[in-house]
């Protein structure tokens, strides 16, 4: 395979290897959507022998996904609005993934200052210690006090005092998404991006469905679809004909800025404000920290968003309140933002809204094909709510019914034992005449099959054309032959974050680069 790796035949024999033998298109399930949970749900039913299509209208993870807060959590605030099945469940859940992909989740520490506070420390004890207890934690460490006039943890805050600390996980939350999409194609599913849905009948018991892509337009046959379109979960119901008034999705437009680094070490920060709203600061990439994050109701039709002035001085101003190094609009290094789509419980405070998810299931008739509709979730529950949507899929499919996620390794997760810093260092051993830095990034993005992007290369020289921030050709062509990568935007900004240490001019060169080669999107 030499330094790239992974030909790209062998993904397109991946990808054919459940295909009919037929000439029309027939496929047990059709997923609309490449975000976290179609990617889990087309991983999970794939695995069960499925066959599986499932098309993005954009790259995967172009949306929602790839806006979160980068964070596998159980959702500490949500003890306040009593959702204790919810945070039950993701608690257990951050464990599970944690173990499943230890090279792109990993254990952070959370500070959580009382000096400002608006809750008394009785409360926020209280729910630490069911924190703590309620998903029955095994491998991080629990809650512990301390004073921050005399703790590192304190480093770089304007006020000190009392503290809890208490731990959840980082996450890069966009690979999360590209990772399922893998381990689908390589169980046999078809993924396709930059195809979109044009329209679907139901004919007897069966989907025909229209899909558009760069090459035009096909008929596919589908026994169910799985519409986990997210921000567009009912913009697809009504395109099918299947609207309903008494269930949907509310949107929040939620909104992140990045800063240069404002304290030192890699613990994170929960920010208590005076609204009872929180705001998270977290390290970023070495050199940043990340903030965020807002909560706006979006009231335009779904697309890309972007952040306000007032969301960039609310973050600004709750920084402020908290750390020495004061920020503001002039310091922004990036900000992003993203349309949650949540289910629509019809709270008044978007902060409220439920983030747990509803699996609407249609099962249809002889002539109505079902259709299993996603609403809400969350990041850290993608696996599980892709298990709870298996059970109605297994309605039609009763041969997939056993469930086989729970205990299984995302692509590149291999680490033996976990332990990504021994794995570095194995890898280290391995390519000794390459940079340090290279080979964090790499085994952090990659995990075991940064092996596939090295090959045999000796030094940096080998890995082709340098298109800095320690961004080669090599690792380039990994990201199209197996990771749908068509774009610069898809490689620096979700494949990777190299966009926040490249030089001007890097994105117009990828694009140059990828279109040369034929793959340009």
């Not at 059709?30 to 066959?51: P, Y």
């Not at 006090?145 to 006020?159: C, I, T």
Request: net charge negative; glycine share 10%; aromatic share 8%.
């Amino acid at each position: 395979m030499g330094a790239v790796g992974y030909p790209l035949f062998v993904k397109r024999e991946l990808h054919e290897s459940r295909m009919p033998p037929s000439q029309e298109e027939t496929y047990d399930l059709l997923i609309i959507g490449g975000g976290v949970n179609g990617a889990g749900i087309a991983r999970d039913a794939a695995g069960r022998g499925l066959s599986v299509l499932l098309v993005e209208q954009d790259d995967l993870a172009s949306h929602t996904s790839s806006a979160s807060t980068k964070l596998i959590h159980g959702g500490l605030r949500y003890l306040e609005y009593c959702e204790f099945r919810l945070v039950r469940e993701a608690l257990i859940e951050r464990e599970r993934l944690l173990a499943m992909a230890p090279h792109i989740i990993w254990p952070l520490r959370f500070v959580l200052p009382q000096s400002l506070s608006p809750r008394p420390a009785w409360m926020v004890r209280l729910g630490l210690f069911l924190y703590d207890h309620l998903g029955g934690r095994q491998q991080l460490p629990g809650t512990e006090s301390f004073d921050l006039h005399r703790s590192s943890f304190g480093n770089g805050l304007s006020l000190k005092g009392k503290a809890f600390v208490y731990s959840d996980c980082g996450v890069e939350d966009s690979r999360l998404v590209v990772l399922n999409a893998m381990d689908a194609a390589e169980h046999g599913a078809r993924i396709e991006t930059r195809a979109r849905l044009v329209q679907a009948s139901s004919e007897n018991g069966y989907w025909v469905a229209t899909i558009a892509n760069e090459r035009g337009n096909r008929q596919v046959r589908a026994k169910m679809i799985v519409n986990a379109a997210g921000p567009w979960v009912d913009t697809v119901l009504r395109q099918l004909g299947r609207g309903r008034d008494d269930k949907g999705v509310r949107l929040v437009k939620g909104s992140h800025i990045v800063v240069p680094q404002l304290y030192r070490g890699r613990h994170a920060f929960l920010l208590q404000n005076s609204d009872r709203r929180i705001v998270f600061a977290i390290p970023y990439e070495d050199h940043f920290t990340l903030i965020g994050t807002t909560e706006e109701p979006w009231t335009d039709a779904p697309g890309k968003a972007s952040i306000s002035s007032a969301e960039i001085d609310y973050l600004c101003a709750t920084a402020n309140r908290y750390f020495e190094q004061q920020v503001g609009p002039e310091d922004l290094v990036w900000s992003y933002a993203g349309i949650r789509p949540l289910y629509d419980d019809h709270s008044a405070d978007a902060s409220a809204v439920t983030r747990d998810y509803v699996l609407d299931f249609d099962q249809g008739d002889e002539q109505r094909a079902p259709i299993l509709s996603i609403f809400g979730g969350k990041i850290t529950t993608f696996r599980k709510l892709a298990e709870h949507a298996m059970v109605h899929v297994a309605q039609l499919f009763p041969e997939a019914a056993v469930p086989w996620t729970a205990g299984t390794r995302l692509p590149g997760g291999n680490i033996p034992g976990g332990d990504f810093d021994e794995f570095l260092g194995e890898l280290s051993q391995a390519y000794p005449q390459m940079p340090g830095p290279l080979l964090r990034r790499l085994a952090r993005a990659y995990g075991t099959r940064a092996a596939r992007i090295l090959g045999d290369a000796k030094t940096v020289a080998d890995l082709g054309r340098d298109f800095g921030g320690g961004l080669h050709a090599s690792e380039i062509a990994y990201l199209v032959e197996a990771e749908w990568a068509r774009s610069a935007e898809d490689i620096l900004f979700r494949r990777s974050k190299l966009g926040l240490h490249v030089s001007p001019g890097v994105a117009e060169a990828i694009d140059a680069w990828l279109a040369a080669a034929g793959c340009r999107a």
